[in-house]
């Protein structure tokens, strides 16, 4: 148990679906991360908030779409994704963005999500 | 473009064996975190090395930073079948983590 979780563990979907991912840090933590890890890759970051602020998007398709409510929460929320967007979403938290990017992340199990 | 190179990429062994894995860049970064991550979990961080040359050790796995921290190793002495993970590096650079590709690692009993 790392202090965070990531809800559901496992998604399947349809092209055509909205769903949403959900991470949830209780380490106190103010900057959180999304990443991408298919298989054969290193993990892809993703987006990265610090103090709720969205800091960093590399690149990501509109079809993914970020949330940051409060320094506790992060949500990832999917429409129209493609069979290729398969792969384990991870979500990440650290202390103090000034530090802890680039410094001591903790990460979540991840959700497997499946695109049909 | 910044890149960790881990080698080799799969290793299966007997209990009881000592192994090297190996994590190479031509880059600087300031810091490097070693991870281990099983089937079905997220990574968990192992240690953190900032210092060239550092050497830290926790219980049967050995940590080394290169002098120009652009490399680092991981020994593991006597390896276990609960060693068996896929083991990821990552080098601080910017504000970011640069990952490695891991190494997947397969004790036998």
């Known amino acids: 148990e790392t202090g965070v979780t990531q809800t559901p563990r496992h998604l399947v979907m349809g092209m055509t679906n909205k769903k949403s991912l959900k991470c949830e840090q209780h380490?106190?933590?103010?900057?959180m991360y999304w990443y991408k890890q298919s298989a054969k890759k290193p993990l892809e970051l993703m987006f990265v908030?610090?103090?709720?602020?969205?800091?960093e998007n590399n690149s990501v398709p509109s079809r993914f779409s970020p949330e940051c409510p409060n320094s506790s929460h992060l949500f990832l929320h999917l429409h129209t994704l493609q069979p290729e967007d398969s792969a384990l979403y991870l979500c990440a938290s650290s202390q103090d963005p000034r530090v802890g990017r680039g410094g001591t992340q903790y990460f979540g199990p991840g959700t497997r999500l499946t695109v049909l | 473009t910044q890149l960790l190179e881990q080698s080799p990429q799969f290793l299966s062994i007997q209990e009881g064996e000592n192994l090297t894995v190996y994590c190479n860049s031509s880059?600087?970064?300031?810091?490097l975190q070693w991870y281990r991550q099983e089937p079905g979990e997220g990574p968990v961080l192992l240690v953190t090395v900032v210092t060239g040359g550092e050497v830290k050790k926790l219980k049967r796995l050995t940590f080394q930073f290169g002098d120009a921290r652009k490399d680092s190793s991981l020994h593991i002495t006597a390896a276990q079948p609960g060693d068996t993970g896929l083991y990821l590096c990552a080098g601080g650079s910017q504000g970011n983590l640069i990952f490695g590709k891991g190494t997947k690692l397969s004790v036998k009993p």
């Open positions: 880059s600087v970064f300031s810091s």
């Open positions: 908030y610090s103090l709720e602020e969205r800091v």
């Open positions: 380490l106190g933590h103010n900057a």
